[in-house]
Structures are given as C-alpha cells and as structure tokens.
C-alpha cells in the first residue's frame, strides 16, 4: 500500500518562513500530480500548490509570489516552501499525490493526514 507522509509544520511569526514536506512510502510505480492543500477553521479545503509531471506549477492566486512548490522525484517527495507567511495561512495543510504502485493498473488519489501551519505573534 500507499502512505503520505506531511512534516515542517509548526507556529511561526508574520514574515516568517517554513518548509513543509511530503513523502510517499510504498511500492511506487510513477506519481503523477502533486498538490498541497490547505483547511482553515470552519472553510473548505483548498488547492495552495500544485506541481505536474513536467514540473508545470500552478498556484492560488492568494500565495503567488511567497510559496513555492517542488518536488524530488528519486525520493518521491513534494515540498512547499512557504514564505513572507500571514495569519491568513494558518491552517492544517494537507498533501495530495495522484500514482500508481505495484500491483495496479490505474492511478488513484492519495492523501496524507496533514499538518498544522500556525502565523501568529
């Protein structure tokens, strides 16, 4: 089976920064998407970052220009990196990749459990 891992998260102050990290353990064929998601308090989950095969990104429109997503594929991890951070981006960030592992014949959705991002002074 398949298994997403998020770690970096943490509480950080207004202009502040963090990484966070997302590895995927399993018998991994090739992934394809991957994304970065984000819940605040009472709103619905959100797409923050997304990166393709390619490495064409694409972001909300709310973290252009302070986040940036990459990814590594020989150790099938995603990271985001997280700059210039507001309150307004305190959330439980989630993380998303679309693959295929041993055993399968299609791609499925995988979901890691999250971790929390906290901008506060």
């Known amino acids: 089976q398949v298994r997403l891992v998020e770690s970096g998260g943490g509480l950080v102050q207004p202009g502040g920064s963090l990484r966070l990290s997302c590895a995927a353990s399993?018998?991994?064929?090739?992934?394809?998407?991957m994304g970065w998601y984000r819940q605040a308090p009472g709103k619905q989950r959100e797409l923050v970052a997304s990166?393709?095969?390619?490495?064409?990104?694409d972001y909300a429109d709310s973290v252009k220009g302070r986040f940036t997503v990459s990814r590594d594929n020989s150790k099938n991890t995603m990271y985001l990196q997280m700059n210039g951070l507001k309150p307004e981006d305190t959330a439980v960030y989630f993380c998303?990749?679309?693959?295929?592992?041993?055993?399968?014949?299609?791609?499925?959705?995988?979901w890691g459990q999250g971790t929390q991002v906290t901008v506060s002074s």
């Open positions: 998303k990749m679309y693959l295929k592992y041993r055993g399968t014949l299609w791609y499925s959705n995988y």
């Open positions: 399993g018998s991994i064929l090739d992934i394809n998407v």
């Open positions: 990166i393709g095969s390619d490495d064409i990104t």
